[in-house]
Every structure is written in structure tokens, then in C-alpha cells.
């Protein structure tokens, strides 16, 4: 038999393509081997050419316009996939083929549309790797200690250094009081202590009269933490005192994933004003100038405002807004892969790729014509639950128990196909939807518990418990029990419809 040349293919290429056609026609079918290889390729060239595409971290990340492109490109791909993988069918033409050849196609056609979709995510792991190869995590944080303290020195003259301090006397419980008055009022400048107002009240007309107000313990613990320094007058009265403003720069999203520390005014405050010494501003000057330039957005356009106080003044002076925008445009491409980014990110490829896998396994195993009255038939199932919630107003509770009464009815029109003689398509409409939904079903499940247990309970009194634990795991399960059904029941309902006579 003459070997099947292919395009651009290298003869190993072009013999394992032989090989497969003759001795495992349904993993041929699949077409992996040649997504793997021209796929791979293209992810490779396209990861090439965005690294060498000119890209200024500081500026505004251009993912989404990368996006829009490899979208077409990803929509073409998948097309000319499904046009191959559509030409031969062993399962269809009642081949030769074992239980296990189920779960091996399944897993063939994940791998290959998932490596279609990494197209659309090249574009962003390049950003990421690019932004975190020009700017460390400790060299921001480090940075904007810098540029907060030089401003400090340099405009020490101009800033307040009075600490605004509040007193609060500590009781178990507050009681129930009709006015509860606002904050005194600071002189500009000042950060002002936060708290709860509704748990703030005054005591009475003495102790109002020397700013005592009410605090809860509740209040008082949360309090005690993020406040900058606190003074002990007994056992239930404290005095808490605010640091005037000494960060200018900021940007928090950096420190999470720096050892070094993000400093607080308090901590600018011990640092250069509580033993302030005249600096040498010429050396400042230049310090801050090449910071500036390090970390401006060079794209950044400043608005029109109508501001003239000196705030602003010095603003302008130091480009802070300009400045701000080049940190927060490299934190957002540093961070695109890390913390909770990345479970997003996998969870969306995930379950696009496993939904997208589903699709083409259920059609590959049914006729046209089910497969699309199946399509209809979810359409109109979901459009008259959301009528039915919508007219009920029902809770989370309606519409999980709803999703998962469906999952059970599905189960029980696909075990029919043992009992019909004739291929039924409300039988093969059965097990489609039975499979499209058997993944989800352990998250149905679990999120349907909670929320029984939920609304069972009074609000204030819902907690977190270990729900994400159990989501993690239902998430994990639900997978796995698709991939142990498609070899034993999957493989069965469907061989068994599909070989029943038609109408």
C-alpha cells in the first residue's frame, strides 16, 4: 500500500500514520497524532513570535486583542479536525472494538481539542513570563518602599506628623442606642481609624464630652490588628492612633508573592520621620527620577481635573498616577499565572475541553439526527426550568433538585434500551444527556446539599465549613466516574441502541 504523504510531515510522521490506518483504525480516526505534531508546531511558532513581538510590560497587556485573533484561528482548527475525524467511524460501521477503545477515543479527542484551545493561552503565559524576567517580585516591593520614603524626605516640610488618635471604651456587647453619632473629624492629611459605626456608640454626655466612644470586643480584635498603634489606659479603655499618610505609591497585588515587605505610613514613619535628618535632595532628586522612569506607563494619558491642592501638586510632580498605572499594568501580567489566577484559568480550559470532548464522543455514537434533536431538546428543558424558577421564584435548592431529577430521568429513558426492540430516539436522547451531564453531577450534588443545608439555617450563622473541600473533591470525582463509565455502561447503552433495528 502506497504511504499516505502528508504536509510539511517527516517520513516517521507519515509511517506511524500508516502503521495506525492499518492496525488501530480508531485511534487513526482520532487524528491525534496529527494534531500532536502540527498543533505542537504552531504553539511553538506562535509562542516564538510573541516573545519576539516588541511588548512594554509597564503598558497595558494586549491578551485580549491576542485573544480576539487566535480565537478565529483555534474556531478554524477545530473545524478542519472534526471535518478528518468525521470521514471513518468503526463504532458506526460495527467494527471490530472492545469496551476500553470507548475511553481511549474519549481521551483521544480531549487531547486533541484541548491542545487546540492552548492556542488562545499562548499569548498570556508569554506576557507573564516576559513581565516576571524584567521585574523581580522583591525589586517592586523594594522600589515603592524607596519611592515612598524619598517623597517623605523630600517633602517632610509639607506633610503633617501629628498622629490622630480615637478612644474607645471595650464592653462584651453593645447596647441598643437610637443616634449613633459620626467620626470626629481630622485635619487633612490625617489617616483615619476604620471601624465598625455600627458598633460605635457614645457613652454619655461626660465622656462624650472627651471623645469616649462604645466598641464591641468583636470589633476590638479586628481593630487591634490593623491599627497602627494602640495605648492601654485600663482594663477596658483604649486610645488608637493613626499615622498621617505617608504611602504615595501602592500596589498590594505585588506582595503577596514577595518576601519582602510592602510598608505601611507607620512604617515610613520609624523609618525617616521619627528621626528625621536633612538629606541630601540632589542625590534624592535623581533616586526618584530613575524610579519614575523605571515604572511609567509610557501609554498613560493624564485626565483633566479640576484639582489644585497641593495633594494633586505633588502628584504631578512625581507622576504618581503615571507611576501607579506601570505598576498595576506589570502586576497583572506578572500575576496572570499565579494565585488564584490559575485555578481559574485551568478550571475554564478544563471544562471547555471536557464539554466541547463530550460533544464529539456523543456524536460519534449516535445518529444526526438524535444528536441534534438532543441539542433541542436540552435547549427547551433549559429554557422551561428557567421559566418554571422564574414563575416560582425557588431558590439554589429548585434548580439543583431540578438538575438532578433530569440526571435520574435520563438514567432511567437510557436503561430502557435493554427493553425496546427497534431504535427509539427518546432512548438515544436518554443516554445522550445521561452522558453530557454525568461529569457534573457529583458538584450538582454536593452544591445542592449545602444549599438545603444553608437555608436550613439562619444567615448569620452560615459558615464556611469545608464546602470547598468537597467541591474540590466532587470536581475531581466527577471526571473519574465519566472515565469508569464509558468502558462498562457507556460503551453498552450505546453499542446496545445502536445495533437495535431503526423504525
Not at 225 to 238: A, P
Not at 380 to 395: D, E, G, M
Not at 463 to 492: C, Q, S, Y
Request: net charge neutral.
Amino acid at each position: 500500500m502506497p504511504s499516505n504523504k502528508r504536509f510539511l510531515a517527516p517520513g516517521f510522521l507519515n509511517r506511524l500514520d500508516q502503521w495506525l490506518l492499518i492496525h488501530k483504525p480508531e485511534t487513526w480516526s482520532a487524528r491525534t497524532h496529527l494534531v500532536l505534531y502540527y498543533g505542537g508546531g504552531f504553539l511553538l511558532i506562535l509562542g516564538l513570535l510573541a516573545f519576539i513581538f516588541p511588548d512594554d510590560p509597564r503598558t497595558d497587556s494586549g491578551v485580549f486583542n491576542w485573544v480576539l485573533f487566535t480565537s478565529v484561528i483555534t474556531l478554524i482548527a477545530l473545524v478542519v479536525w472534526l471535518i478528518y475525524l468525521l470521514r471513518f467511524n468503526v463504532f458506526k460501521r460495527f467494527g471490530i472494538t472492545k469496551p476500553l477503545n470507548r475511553l481511549k477515543a474519549f481521551i483521544l479527542y480531549f487531547i486533541s481539542i484541548g491542545i487546540i484551545l492552548l492556542i488562545s493561552f499562548i499569548e498570556s503565559g508569554v506576557e507573564c513570563i516576559k513581565a516576571n524576567r524584567a521585574f523581580g517580585d522583591e525589586e517592586m516591593v523594594n522600589d515603592m518602599n524607596k519611592m515612598n520614603m524619598i517623597i517623605t524626605q523630600l517633602e517632610y516640610d509639607s506633610l503633617n506628623h501629628v498622629w490622630g488618635r480615637d478612644t474607645f471604651r471595650i464592653v462584651d456587647t453593645i447596647p441598643a442606642v437610637a443616634y449613633t453619632p459620626p467620626p470626629p473629624s481630622l485635619p487633612p492629611g490625617y489617616e483615619e481609624f476604620t471601624v465598625d459605626t455600627a458598633a460605635v456608640v457614645i457613652l454619655d454626655s461626660e465622656e462624650e464630652s472627651q471623645g469616649i466612644r462604645l466598641m464591641d470586643t468583636a470589633t476590638f480584635n479586628k481593630s487591634i490588628r490593623s491599627g497602627d498603634s494602640t495605648q492601654k489606659l485600663d482594663d477596658s479603655t483604649f486610645i488608637f492612633f493613626t499615622c498621617p499618610t505617608y504611602i504615595f505609591v501602592n500596589n498590594y497585588r505585588l506582595e503577596q508573592f514577595s518576601s519582602a515587605k510592602l510598608y505601611e505610613s507607620a512604617d515610613v514613619y520609624k523609618a525617616v520621620v521619627k528621626d528625621f535628618k536633612v538629606p541630601d535632595k540632589l542625590k534624592l532628586n535623581t533616586e526618584i527620577e530613575h524610579l519614575i522612569a523605571k515604572y511609567s506607563d509610557p501609554n498613560y494619558r493624564y485626565y483633566t481635573s479640576e484639582r489644585r491642592d497641593y495633594t494633586y501638586v505633588m502628584e504631578k510632580k512625581y507622576q504618581i498616577d503615571k507611576v501607579e498605572s506601570g505598576l498595576r499594568n506589570i502586576s497583572v501580567r506578572k500575576n496572570f499565572w499565579r494565585g488564584s489566577n490559575i485555578e481559574i484559568i485551568v478550571r475554564v480550559f478544563f471544562y471547555i475541553t471536557i464539554s466541547l470532548s463530550l460533544l464529539v464522543f456523543i456524536f460519534r455514537h449516535s445518529t444526526v439526527k438524535t444528536f441534534f434533536l438532543t441539542l433541542l431538546t436540552a435547549c427547551v428543558i433549559c429554557l422551561l426550568t428557567a421559566l418554571f424558577i422564574a414563575l416560582s421564584n425557588s431558590r439554589a435548592t429548585g434548580l439543583l433538585f431540578s438538575m438532578i431529577f433530569y440526571f435520574v430521568c435520563f438514567l432511567g429513558i437510557s436503561l430502557m434500551a435493554w427493553q425496546t426492540r427497534i431504535r427509539s430516539v427518546a432512548v438515544g436522547i436518554g443516554i445522550n444527556l445521561f452522558v453530557a451531564m454525568l461529569t457534573f453531577m457529583p458538584m450538582i450534588i454536593v452544591g445542592f446539599a449545602y444549599a438545603v443545608y444553608d437555608e436550613s439555617r439562619d444567615y448569620n450563622q452560615v459558615t464556611e465549613d469545608n464546602r470547598h473541600i468537597w467541591m474540590f473533591i466532587a470536581e475531581i470525582a466527577g471526571p473519574v466516574i465519566l472515565l469508569m463509565a464509558i468502558p462498562t455502561i457507556i460503551h453498552k447503552l450505546y453499542r446496545r441502541w445502536y445495533a437495535l433495528p431503526e423504525n
